[in-house]
């Protein structure tokens, strides 16, 4: 199993522009995250999924956007990038355990 | 205030020494009290959790909760080069809901 896999790895986006991060797990897991990690401050909930078709907001959904149209795969969607947005991304996924398996992170750079 | 506070450290100690790593929160509902261990540029990967108050040993690692005082710790006997790592608290008051992290300790583990 490759586990939480996340594409790209790092990139540099200019102000106003867009991207979406993708996400994907092989374990067939019904849960899925997104967080974002500021230095220091832990990592903090943006989106998330119980199952295909279903996701909410977690404590900092302004600015992104996600769809879940299959179990394996969580895409994150950034529209109209702003400095603020500049963090490590991490994607995870849980079965109904209480263990979430995270990915290797995004490093995104928005200038 | 944050609702898990956690020194961010760098904490520095020889190889061998027991090491203490805490938090304190402010909500009384979290029940589950997870531990997860991050290395430099890759995700969390969780080390231990525990389920309401009480101890939990797994090898040289010990996770103690008191609820009362709302203190949670992470002790580690017999450090080694290889727990140089940042040690994140996480909480949540139910398995199927989000989880709230402490900022990070950074540990560094001299030989």
């Known amino acids: 199993n490759a586990g939480v896999t996340q594409t790209p790895k790092f990139r540099i986006l200019k102000i106003g522009q867009s991207m979406t991060l993708q996400c994907t797990q092989d374990?067939?897991?019904?849960?899925m995250y997104w967080y974002r990690q500021d230095p220091g401050m832990g990592l903090k909930l943006i989106y998330y999924?119980?199952?295909?078709?279903?996701?909410d907001k977690g404590e900092v959904p302004n600015g992104y956007n996600v769809s879940r149209s299959t179990t394996e795969d969580f895409p994150l969607r950034l529209e109209l990038a702003a400095p603020s947005q500049t963090s490590v991304y991490f994607c995870?996924?849980?079965?109904?355990?209480?263990?979430?398996?995270f990915g290797p992170g995004t490093r995104l750079t928005v200038t | 205030q944050k609702e898990v506070e956690q020194d961010p450290g760098p904490l520095s100690v020889p190889e061998g020494a027991i090491v203490s790593l805490n938090c304190t929160y402010s909500?009384?509902?979290?029940?589950?009290f997870m531990w997860y261990r991050q290395y430099s540029r890759k995700g969390p990967e969780l080390l231990m959790y525990?389920?309401?108050?009480g101890n939990k040993e797994d090898g040289r690692f010990t996770a103690q909760v008191d609820k009362s005082s709302k203190y949670i710790s992470l002790f580690i006997r017999d450090s080694q080069p290889s727990d140089s790592a940042t040690y994140l608290c996480?909480?949540?008051?139910?398995?199927?809901?989000?989880?709230?992290f402490g900022g990070g300790t950074r540990l560094m583990v001299k030989p």
């Open positions: 374990m067939n897991h019904n849960y």
């Open positions: 525990t389920y309401s108050s």
């Open positions: 999924s119980v199952g295909a078709g279903i996701t």
């Open positions: 996480a909480m949540t008051n139910n398995a199927g809901n989000m989880l709230t």
């Open positions: 995870a996924s849980k079965a109904d355990t209480i263990e979430q398996y």
């Open positions: 909500n009384s509902a979290f029940q589950y």
